[in-house]
């Protein structure tokens, strides 16, 4: 059972670059979130999917957009990667009053 | 090495003494909260959660009191272990059903000495 699994887990980008970050589980999880993390800070939340086929804004979502592909998988895009987007990227999924399981973090590098 | 979590407030202890960490929670209305551990180059995990409606839970070597007078939160870890040196941070449940989203506070350094 391999819970949040997120893709890549490294990665460097330029200024101007677009690049997708996948994420899955595997528990039949209904929910799915992106957060971000950044030094100092408490995780941020950029966008999150109630449901299949619904997604929704959270706090940080300028720069970003998601795609809810079916229920096991949530992606996060950059269209056109900024330095302020350096970060690292967590992926969560939860079921009603459960708590949130976190992936394993990606970390983006842009230059 | 993670760089997350360079500038953090950061609480060193003993090997084998008593742990505790706080947190304090903005909105007065919060029912659920949320204790997380992240170790270096991984992601956050769930220690122990807490709802509105108690002051005290405990878990193994872990307790978690909520004083909602003074909107505070904090995280006792007994015995302490090197295991136990990560990042804590504390969340409190902002909205409702599915969509709910936690808020995270920026978090704790333990340190564990030998």
């Known amino acids: 059972n391999a819970g949040v699994t997120q893709t890549p887990k490294f990665q460097v980008l330029k200024t101007g670059q677009s690049m997708t970050l996948q994420c899955a589980q595997d528990m039949n999880h209904n929910s799915m979130y992106w957060y971000r993390q950044d030094p100092g800070m408490g995780l941020r939340l950029i966008y999150y999917?109630?449901?299949?086929?619904?997604?929704d804004k959270g706090e940080v979502p300028n720069g970003y957009n998601v795609s809810r592909l079916n229920k096991r998988e949530f992606s996060l895009r950059l269209e056109s990667a900024a330095p302020s987007q350096t970060s690292v990227y967590f992926c969560?999924?939860?079921?009603?009053?459960?708590?949130?399981?976190f992936g394993q973090g990606t970390r983006l590098t842009v230059v | 090495g993670e760089s997350v979590g360079l500038h953090l407030p950061t609480l060193s202890v003993q090997e084998g003494d008593n742990s505790i960490i706080n947190c304090a929670y903005s909105n007065s209305a919060s029912d659920y909260f949320i204790w997380y551990k992240q170790e270096s180059g991984k992601g956050p995990q769930f220690i122990i959660d807490?709802?509105?409606?108690?002051d005290k839970r405990q878990g193994q070597r872990v307790t978690v009191l909520l004083n909602k007078t003074v909107k505070h939160l904090s995280l006792q870890i007994a015995a302490t272990q090197p295991g136990d040196s990560a990042v804590y941070f504390c969340?409190?449940?902002?909205?409702?059903?599915?969509?709910?989203?936690?808020?995270f506070g920026p978090g704790t350094r333990l340190s564990v000495l030998p």
């Open positions: 969560a999924s939860r079921m009603s009053q459960v708590t949130a399981f």
């Open positions: 807490i709802r509105s409606n108690m």
């Open positions: 969340a409190e449940k902002k909205g409702n059903n599915y969509g709910q989203n936690f808020v």
């Open positions: 999917s109630a449901s299949e086929g619904t997604t």
